[in-house]
């Protein structure tokens, strides 16, 4: 790094590229316009290159051209870590891995309660469906959709869901409101790629009695998040769990088809590595976890 200037150098080229003269460039950086032109000629004879082509007016060469965002990239990216790094002094940094579309409908619009309640905690949210095994680096704790076997972790239950049709308001007054389930064997339903956490029409049919040929679908959408939004576009009679519309029902962008009592065979579980659940920083994100699911259960 024997070309590396000092930083002082390094900022009076990186201003001296956003004003026409050094002397504008000397107001910004309050110092004298002979200062920032001995620096930027330090520059130019440090590095062999010229950057500026003087006149009246400055202009960048080409050198000088490839050269500036590369440092105005590198004192952006400096301020904003020296600004995250002050914002973190003091706090605990507390790493959170769910399910991306648990985190969206579920956990993101809660946040704002956690930090209320403890300013101290800095989250980091990772989102993935993959199993956490809590490698170095991967998570300090986790939120999994599963049934509660979690051998060699520490697991607590959060809590279960529903499982129910919902459609558009606008879908309804184009076909009509199904007066019963069996009403709905004649409507478009959504369904979802995916294997036991996906709902499923054949089994909330079965469990109310009713007899289902598979669905000839157009579309099979490979997340939750798509299978509600074609539900909220009208597409189709979605199959969901509770959680994931309690937002799209409250405002009346979903309605729910029929009370007919189907719990989800899955549920929501905390999980982290045995020991770790004690920790100051965990047992305050646990607690406030808890209370939050204590509400939906």
Wanted: proline share 7%.
């Amino acid at each position: 790094m024997k070309d590396l200037p000092p930083t002082a150098t390094l900022r009076a080229f990186e201003v001296a590229t956003r004003h026409p003269t050094f002397t504008a460039a000397a107001e910004e950086l309050h110092v004298t316009q002979s200062a920032v032109s001995h620096q930027l000629k330090h520059l130019e004879a440090l590095w062999g290159l010229p950057l500026f082509e003087r006149g009246k007016a400055l202009r960048l060469t080409a050198a000088g051209a490839t050269l500036a965002p590369i440092v105005r990239e590198f004192f952006i990216s400096l301020e904003a870590t020296l600004a995250d790094l002050r914002e973190q002094k003091g706090r605990v940094r507390l790493s959170v891995s769910t399910t991306y579309s648990f985190a969206l409908k579920w956990l993101l619009p809660r946040l704002p309660s956690l930090s209320r309640q403890h300013p101290e905690l800095l989250v980091a949210l990772d989102t993935t469906d993959k199993i956490i095994h809590f490698a170095a680096g991967q998570a300090d704790v986790a939120i999994r959709l599963g049934k509660g076997n979690y051998p060699g972790l520490y697991a607590e239950f959060l809590f279960g869901e529903q499982v129910f049709p919902v459609a558009s308001p606008e879908l309804l007054q184009r076909i009509g409101m199904p007066h019963s389930p069996a009403e709905l064997l004649h409507f478009p339903l959504l369904t979802r790629d995916g294997a036991e956490l996906v709902p499923k029409w054949e089994a909330w049919f079965e469990a109310i009695g009713l007899g289902f040929s598979p669905v000839r679908e157009s579309v099979r959408f490979g997340d939750t998040n798509m299978t509600v939004e074609a539900a909220l576009l009208g597409q189709g009679v979605a199959l969901v769990r509770s959680g994931h519309v309690e937002n799209e029902i409250a405002d009346g962008r979903l309605v729910r088809l029929f009370d007919v009592p189907f719990a989800s065979p899955l549920a929501y579980y905390f999980v982290c590595p045995k020991g770790i659940e004690a920790q100051p920083h965990i047992v305050s994100f646990r607690q406030w976890l808890m209370s939050e699911a204590m509400k939906v259960r």
